[in-house]
């Protein structure tokens, strides 16, 4: 009976492996084999510190190319998306910018500016989004004080990466979508258009 | 105790063979082999339709299409090589359709591996596409090809409604020319 309850555990532990293992990404060639693929990932690790309707947290991040970039700043000029993302160099991050880069006249036309955020340094991001080309975006990172954005959105996970997620603020400065999304998964670009169309109507 | 490890047996029985198209099929297509068998839906659009041969319905094979040659490109509006990839596709399309001998021999398609209508749309559009792609949001027709990178070039040469790869290779190509007279020479067209 002992044999018999150990060969079902071994099995069932052998095909849980097999399907974590199948997981799919669509991973782009661009990254060749540089990408780290972790094991499948809880959807959600955190919990939200802020609201849809609320004033978002100011913040102020070093980026890739455009020097020290703060929230405020487009306060009264333009609707801002943020885009968190987990990490550098692993799958579904890699292939979700690029996307966003092809679209820039979609954010203009909603009069809106993207800001693309993860907890990596910037030397990282840097190596990382080279690979995706010129992006029109800045990418900001919240590497010091670790975290310290996305802990006060409350997209901080346990492991020290960020949620997958999406930020739409108006131009006052104020929350109107979230999208804590399936750390897994991407969230689909209508969803962000959408809802920046509904800011303008 | 028995019936539980019945039971359990049963369940991971199950989980093989619906994990097995995951773990184990996951290979893309090599030459030689029969194309797998993926249904695409029939495009709404007249236009592709009309290049693919096809009638309105519901769902098509590869097989159906009125080609001695398919071409199919896995690709993502997410992908910077597709990107980059784009204009030189649509230049093979454009050789294809201006060379007579080839025209409705030689057949393009593309699978929008991971993207949504709206994201295939958005690709389309940005890269005036103009061959059929179909949106592959769940990544279902990616994990029959073998979860492959993108972009992702599969030849098919159809016979006798046999589908059977000649070509299939992962990465882009520097020359739309080049290209065209290997999928020529390797179909044996």
Same mark, same amino acid.
């Not at chain 1, 002992?2 to 079902?8: A, D, E, P, S, V």
């Not at chain 1, 060639?29 to 990408?35: G, Q």
């Not at chain 1, 800045?138 to 010091?144: E, I, K, R, Y």
């Given at each position: 009976m ?7 555990m071994a099995?069932?532990g052998?095909?849980?492996l097999?399907?974590?293992?199948g ?5 782009s ?7 780290y693929?972790?094991?499948k ?9 802020v609201?849809?309707?609320e004033?978002a ?5 070093p ?8 929230l405020?700043q487009?306060?009264?000029k333009?609707?801002?998306?943020i ?12 292939d979700?910018w690029p996307g !966003?880069?092809i679209v820039?006249d979609l ?18 991001l840097f190596?990382?989004t080279n ?6 975006f ?7 004080p670790?975290?310290g954005?996305?802990?006060? !959105? ?9 949620e997958?997620a ?6 006052k400065?104020y929350?109107?979508y979230?999208?804590?999304?399936n ?5 689909p670009l209508?969803?962000?258009m959408?809802?920046?169309k509904?800011?303008?109507q | 105790m028995k019936?539980y490890? %019945? ?16 773990a ?6 090599? %030459?030689g ?5 993926i249904?695409?839906s029939?495009p709404?659009?007249?236009d ?7 009638s ?6 590869i097989?159906d299409i ?16 597709c990107q ?10 454009d ?7 080839l025209?409705?021999k ?7 591996a ?5 994201e295939k749309? %958005?690709?389309?559009?940005r ?6 792609l ?6 279902e027709?990616?994990?029959?090809l073998?979860?492959v990178?993108?972009?992702y ?7 006798s409604?046999?589908?059977r ?12 020319d080049?290209?065209?007279r290997?999928?020529i ?5």
């Open positions: 002992k044999k018999q309850r150990n060969l079902t099995i069932t052998f095909v849980m097999l399907v974590l293992h997981t799919a990404y669509g991973l060639d661009v990254f060749k084999e540089n990408i693929v972790p094991e990932l809880a959807p959600t690790d955190s919990v939200l510190k609201a849809v309707g004033k947290p100011d913040f102020t991040l980026s890739v190319h455009h020097g020290k970039i703060s405020s487009f306060i009264g333009k609707n801002v998306v885009s968190f993302v987990p990490a550098a160099w692993t799958p579904v991050c890699s979700q !966003y880069n820039k954010f203009d036309e909603n009069d809106a500016i993207l800001l693309g955020i993860t907890a990596d340094n910037i030397p990282t190596a990382w690979q995706m080309g010129e992006l029109w800045p990418v900001l990172s919240d590497f010091w670790h975290g954005t996305a802990s006060k !959105y409350g997209v901080l996970r346990s492991d020290g990466t960020t997958r999406i930020f739409v603020i108006d131009k400065g929350i109107r979230i999208d804590v999304h750390i897994n998964k991407r969230p209508e969803s962000i959408s809802e920046l509904k800011l303008n | 019936k490890f %019945v039971v359990v047996m049963g369940i991971v029985l199950c989980l093989v063979v619906s994990g097995s198209s995951l184990f099929d996951t290979k893309p297509p090599a %030459v082999d029969v194309f797998p068998e249904t695409f029939i709404g659009e007249s592709y339709r009309t290049y693919l041969g096809l309105k319905g519901e769902y098509f094979s097989q009125k080609a001695k040659v398919v071409v199919v490109e896995v690709l993502s509006m997410y992908c910077p090589h980059r990839e784009a204009p030189r596709v649509n230049q093979v399309y050789l294809i359709e201006k060379d007579p001998s025209r409705g030689i057949k393009l398609i593309g699978i929008a991971g993207n949504s209508t709206y749309k %958005v690709f389309r559009e890269y005036g596409v103009p061959f059929p179909f949106e592959d949001a769940d990544f027709l990616h994990d029959i073998g979860g990178r993108t972009p070039f599969i030849g098919v040469r159809i016979d409604g046999v589908p790869v000649f070509y299939s290779k992962l990465g882009g190509f520097e020359s739309a080049e290209f065209l290997m999928m020479e390797l179909s044996g067209l």
